[in-house]
């Protein structure tokens, strides 16, 4: 690996977030039908994994939040297949916009019997609506597989409205290295080194409402041994929790040692324009 590769995988600037126009197009077709590819395009075997992480990290905040209460929201969701994460907070949406390049999902006309649209991204990263159009905008797994992370990030606060919240998880780490083929994973994905992350967050103008560290590789490592999904199980999403808080300290990017991976993976996000959102 040369000099250049090497920073790279340092975690100190995000691969890809500087791609010329060109070399964007290129990653959104290599990309655009990857995860179906994966096996999420077969309905009938597809499951999501991930309630009960999205639920303590991320929809316990929006809930609870005592001026929404009683507000339904239009939710705009980027890169949700089937629209199945929706439905711990379905009573609360009025209506929802599904991005996704890939056409093995748009399927749906309702989710849960709330009216559902689906749109085809850009490779640009522009969203095709007007500015403040959304109360809840979530991008949940999606962002790492996206070039232009920064510019689209900058376009879903342009979209969201004043009292709007967005909730966002991704990967912090490097994910392998993406220049050869990876068992289980697309070509282009690779994770979102977590100092970036913060600093993207903030330039945009984004206030952060709770940030917290997720996806200990020991737990879902555990479960599947037994045949469970540890983040549909509570107890394990609550140790899993504990665990990550414990070695947050431990937070490389491009992790080789045993001792490197013994860390959260993942960051979880409650974002929104206004400093008071969560009462």
């Known amino acids: 690996?040369?000099?250049?590769?090497?920073?790279?995988?340092?975690?100190?600037?995000?691969?890809?977030?500087?791609?010329?126009?060109?070399?964007?197009?290129?990653?959104?077709?290599?990309?655009?039908?990857?995860?179906?590819?994966?096996?999420?395009?077969?309905?009938?075997?597809?499951?999501?994994?991930?309630?009960?992480?999205?639920?303590?990290?991320?929809?316990?905040?929006?809930?609870?939040?005592?001026s929404n209460k009683f507000?339904?929201?239009?939710?705009?969701?980027?890169?949700?297949?089937?629209?199945?994460?929706?439905?711990?907070?379905?009573s609360h949406l009025d209506s929802i916009i599904i991005m996704d390049p890939s056409s093995a999902f748009n399927t749906r006309r309702e989710i849960f019997g709330v009216p559902c649209k689906y749109s085809k991204?850009?490779?640009s990263?522009?969203?095709?609506?007007?500015?403040?159009?959304?109360?809840?905008?979530?991008?949940?797994?999606?962002?790492?597989?996206?070039?232009?992370?920064?510019?689209?990030?900058?376009?879903?606060?342009?979209c969201l409205s004043e009292s709007g919240v967005m909730l966002v998880r991704e990967p912090i780490v490097s994910m392998g290295d993406w220049r050869y083929p990876r068992p289980g994973l697309t070509k282009r994905e690779r994770g979102i080194p977590i100092k970036v992350f913060d600093s993207i967050i903030s330039n945009i103008g984004f206030n952060v409402q709770h940030k917290s560290l997720c996806v200990f590789p020991?737990?879902?490592?555990?479960a599947n041994k037994f045949g469970i999904h540890a983040y549909n199980n509570r107890i394990l999403t609550l140790i899993d929790a504990f665990l990550s808080k414990l070695f947050s300290w431990n937070t490389k990017y491009h992790r080789t040692s045993y001792v490197e991976k013994i860390s959260p993976a993942s960051v979880f996000y409650v974002l929104s324009k206004n400093r008071q959102y969560i009462q």
Not at 5 to 12: A, I, L, R, Y
Not at 71 to 90: N, R
């Open 1 to 66: 690996m040369s000099s250049q590769e090497k920073k790279k995988f340092t975690g100190e600037y995000l691969y890809g977030d500087d791609f010329s126009s060109q070399e964007v197009e290129l990653w959104f077709k290599d990309e655009a039908e990857a995860y179906a590819k994966l096996g999420a395009k077969n309905k009938d075997t597809y499951k999501y994994s991930y309630h009960e992480l999205n639920k303590l990290h991320g929809f316990r905040f929006i809930i609870s939040n005592s």
């Open 71 to 90: 507000i339904k929201f239009k939710a705009l969701w980027l890169g949700s297949a089937y629209g199945i994460e929706f439905f711990p907070i379905i």
């Open 121 to 123: 991204p850009s490779p």
């Open 125 to 158: 990263g522009q969203i095709p609506f007007s500015a403040d159009s959304f109360d809840l905008i979530m991008s949940l797994g999606v962002l790492h597989h996206i070039p232009n992370v920064s510019y689209v990030i900058s376009e879903c606060y342009r």
């Open 218 to 222: 020991l737990i879902p490592k555990l």
